[in-house]
């Protein structure tokens, strides 16, 4: 049994934590054949509709901003479509493992982030006051600083005090 998280392609929808057992247990939350899309760095693979994209799925903006933030790469070239599966990344024996804990409590735990940014020629991270009320909105504004901000160079999403008001 693999715990994971299912990222519904509607915004408005949540987040909702799933054990998945077999193929068909993915395969009925995307509705019909999975392609896997890795990102390495974040420790988890999503899982989408291998034809979503030819069927007009509606896109998941949570699931694409997650892949172009973590894979910038993919960036204004893809997005994912239709409802959405995140687990962790594949064991050695090629088999799906759990969801890392520490993504788990980041995307499912209430909490406030920040977006810090470096700058040309600067090695500090620097962040202003603006408090995002859940790491979707942080990440999006992360990669709206990179691409519109031509001095910003890399960014990162930190955990913040809430008490102050969110953006």
């Known amino acids: 049994m ?19 057992a077999r193929l068909e247990d993915y395969q009925a939350v995307v509705g019909g054949w999975i392609e896997a899309v890795d990102l390495l760095d ?12 030819l069927r007009h799925l509606p896109i ?7 892949w172009w933030y973590h894979v910038p790469e993919a960036r204004q070239k893809a997005m994912l479509v239709g409802d959405a599966v995140l687990i962790g990344l594949p064991g050695r024996d090629g088999n799906n493992t759990d969801l890392p804990t520490a993504v ?21 991270w620097c962040r202003n006051e603006t408090i995002y009320p859940d790491y979707w ?11 519109r901000m031509p001095e910003v160079t890399d960014t990162r999403v930190v955990p913040v005090d809430g008490d102050a008001e969110a953006a």
């Open 2 to 20: 693999v715990q994971g998280i299912v990222i519904p392609a509607d915004a408005e929808s949540p987040l909702g934590r799933r054990d998945f």
């Open 42 to 53: 974040f420790g988890v693979t999503i899982y989408v509709n291998e034809e979503g994209l």
């Open 60 to 66: 998941n903006s949570r699931a694409s901003f997650l």
């Open 104 to 124: 788990r409590e980041l995307l499912l735990s209430p909490q406030c982030y920040g977006v810090e940014v470096r700058t040309v020629g600067d090695a500090a």
């Open 137 to 147: 909105e942080a990440i999006v504004w992360a990669m709206v600083l990179l691409e």
